[in-house]
T-cell receptor
Framework: KQEVTQIPAALSVPEGENLVLNCSFT??????LQWFRQDPGKGLTSLLL?????REQTSGRLNASLDKSSGRSTLYIAASQPGDSATYLC??????????FGKGITLSVRP | DVKVTQSSRYLVKRTGEKVFLECVQD?????MFWYRQDPGLGLRLIYF???????EKGDIPEGYSVSREKKERFSLILESASTNQTSMYLC?????????????FGPGTRLTVL
């Protein structure tokens, strides 16, 4: 059974810092990996989708990488801003588009 | 842009009531999903559907049923609500059953069962 781990559970950084959020998974036979953002009390917003054949994806200040063989993904956020404060969830895609989620990392960016 | 909407943002029901949570997507997606999200447990899949009138159990289907009579609408039904079903419920959709499709989520329904 696929397990997805995100450590640490919470992170606090000063504004302007570049940061890396980590995600690990136990079964490397994945179809894709998706990073989401969730604001308190809200739904999930898709940030980046990496297909199993890809190594990375970029959108603005965000860059996500995927290393299937080692069961790892990272989300890099450049020049962090207070508006980046949210919970970031990693989810691994299996058959029938089913996702297995990590428990998320709650990021706080201090002004 | 894909839009997934859920019928209520907040809902308060009493134990034993029958509860309907509705989800609608506007992008002709074949797959639809219902999750619940609880502190410390993360998101867990309740049911999903890959076509009209088709459904499959997820990881925690007990106490729930679903209905998909039209492609754009997927309903989650709590036959007899219980307090342990107090949770955030999230609906999602994706294009089809092909590998690698992105999931898009609705805003969530916060259900409280008293």
């Amino acid at each position: 059974k696929q397990e997805v781990t995100q450590i640490p559970a919470a992170l606090s950084v000063p504004e302007g810092e570049n940061l890396v959020l980590n995600c690990s998974f136990t079964d490397s036979a994945i179809y894709n990996l998706q990073w989401f953002r969730q604001d308190p009390g809200k739904g999930l917003t898709s940030l980046l989708l990496i297909q199993s054949s890809q190594r990375e994806q970029t959108s603005g200040r965000l860059n996500a990488s995927l290393d299937k063989s080692s069961g790892r993904s990272t989300l890099y956020i450049a020049a962090s801003q207070p508006g980046d404060s949210a919970t970031y969830l990693c989810a691994v895609g299996g058959a029938n588009s089913k996702l297995t989620f990590g428990k998320g990392i709650t990021l706080s960016v201090r002004p | 842009d894909v839009k997934v909407t859920q019928s209520s943002r907040y809902l308060v029901k009493r134990t034993g009531e029958k509860v309907f949570l509705e989800c609608v997507q506007d992008m002709d997606h074949e797959n639809m999903f219902w999750y619940r999200q609880d502190p410390g447990l993360g998101l867990r899949l309740i049911y999903f559907s890959y076509d009209v009138k088709m459904k499959e159990k997820g990881d925690i289907p007990e106490g729930y049923s679903v209905s998909r009579e039209k492609k754009e609408r997927f309903s989650l039904i709590l036959e007899s609500a219980s307090t342990n079903q107090t949770s955030m419920y999230l609906c999602a959709s994706s294009l089809d059953a092909g590998a690698g499709n992105e999931q898009f989520f609705g805003p969530g329904t916060r259900l409280t069962v008293l």
